[in-house]
């Protein structure tokens, strides 16, 4: 396991979807993360929401819409650790105050997972085939 500093401490603020980029969370400091994978969010008991979800009405009156979902169950909440796996490329934060864990499973041996940037700059990528790349 890799932990991932930059991002602990930082408080999250904006999740949102961009073309060519189902998911990006924006934290202070001008930090981003860009998810280009699978993604869930839980707790300590259960699965509460996750990527494959988007657009599933699973009979509900409205279809979901994951993006707003995970954006006001995490709106305010602070990093308290980034930990990336340095063999499967996953990476899991896990926000405080309320103990919520969001992971990104790396779904290709050949494509990246996410990247995370601060400002313009690169500084982590999950490598297709589950390697973390990291510059200074």
């Known amino acids: 396991m890799k932990p991932i500093g930059k991002l602990a401490g930082k408080q ?3 999740v949102e979807s961009w073309e060519g980029c189902p998911c990006v969370m924006q934290f202070e400091d001008n930090y981003k993360l860009y998810i280009e994978s699978l993604w869930r969010l839980g707790n300590n008991k259960s699965l509460l929401l996750t ?7 699973y009979g509900l009156e409205a279809a979901i819409d994951a993006i707003a979902q995970l954006r006001e169950r995490l709106q305010s909440q ?3 650790h980034a930990i990336a796996n340095e063999l499967t490329g ?28 601060k400002g313009t700059d690169i500084r982590y990528v999950a490598v297709g085939g589950g390697q973390i790349k990291e510059w200074p």
Do not use: K
């Open 78 to 80: 602070r990093v308290s």
């Open 90 to 117: 996953d990476l899991t934060l896990i926000f405080s105050p309320s103990n919520l864990r969001f992971e990104v499973i790396s779904s290709s041996t050949g494509f990246e997972a996410w990247q995370i940037y």
């Open 12 to 14: 999250l603020n904006s």
């Open 51 to 57: 990527s494959e979800d988007d657009r599933q009405t």
